[in-house]
């Protein structure tokens, strides 16, 4: 069997510290994951990825690690299809989606650093799930529920996904559900624990079969779920609800629901980050004389003053009158620019009264920036 580098699939000195293993593994394999992979590449992810394991779990493990810096790769490759690292079984994909990288050290302490019982049972996760829907800007500003129907995988409930109702002790492990794999290298005989693969680590082996699911343990179901969709969410924000995917298999955690929020355009507002923005129509003599008015809001109507000498579109800021900042009691505001609209028909008298003010030269200064002269 052909030397692998591991130093140098994880792009490390051969003197590197521990801590700089657990980073260059880190880095890579958060870009190999084979979920980031796009679509005509996704092979070539999958074998980098399971390299970068490979190499992480012989050079996180001290002992490993000294053994294939004396003798190479051939030393972990002996025996009889038990794994170099011991890592088969364990799902990575779940450093990857619990919520960021807080616990990555534990996790990877837990894979790399050798012996112990492994928690996890082995059970695949169940896929993530996306949903698309739509709200109104009134909806953004109070927040909102939403009831989405799914039809999806989920455990079946006459066996509770166990896939049968009658079980015995698992004989392979006698119960426990781990089995211990012996491997053989120039160096004697390892012992690791892992789940036991007859019974998936669950301890125990069906004598029946549940009619309902067929022994699968899950169903498909038409399942409504309550989305509470906060107020101040953006257009095309994903809201994660956990566990709502579909379920896992042999009991593997369930997927996420991720619901995708879009925000329909609004008859008069337009929502700019936080305010809102309203082109409120007035007529002249509001503009010339000042007038009090109501202006419509996301939630109801306020009062304006708009002072006398008002050039149209003037903007006035109404405080607080916004949409609210997603998480935060604090709020945008409104902004109405006023419009002054031109009458297209006249009566005899307004006709008179307009041919008067037309009596009235526009404004000396800016006569004098026209044409240099009053
Ligand atoms: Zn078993
Ligand atoms: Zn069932």
Redesign the pocket.
Known sequence: MAEKDYYKTLGIEKSAPKEEIKKAYKKLALKYHPDRAPEDKKKEYEEKFKEINEAASILADDKKRQQYDQFGSSAFQGGAGGGAGGFQGFDFSDIFRQGGFGDFDDVFDHIFGGGGRRSSRGGRRGSDLAYETEITLEEVHAGTTQSISLNKLER?P??DGK?AHKFEACHHCRGSGYTQKTQRTPFGIFQQTGPCSACYGRGELPQDK?S??NGE?V?RRRKEIEVNIPAGVEESMRLRVRGEGEVGENGGPSGDLYVIVHVKDHPIFVRKGDDLHLTLPISFSQAALGDEVEVPTIDGKAKLKIPAGTASETIFRMNNKGLPVLNQDVYGDEMVKVRIEVPKKLTKKQQELIKQLGEEKPSKSFLKKVFGKE
Request: aromatic share 0%.
């Open positions: 079946c006459d066996c896939g549940c309902k699911c343990g169903v």
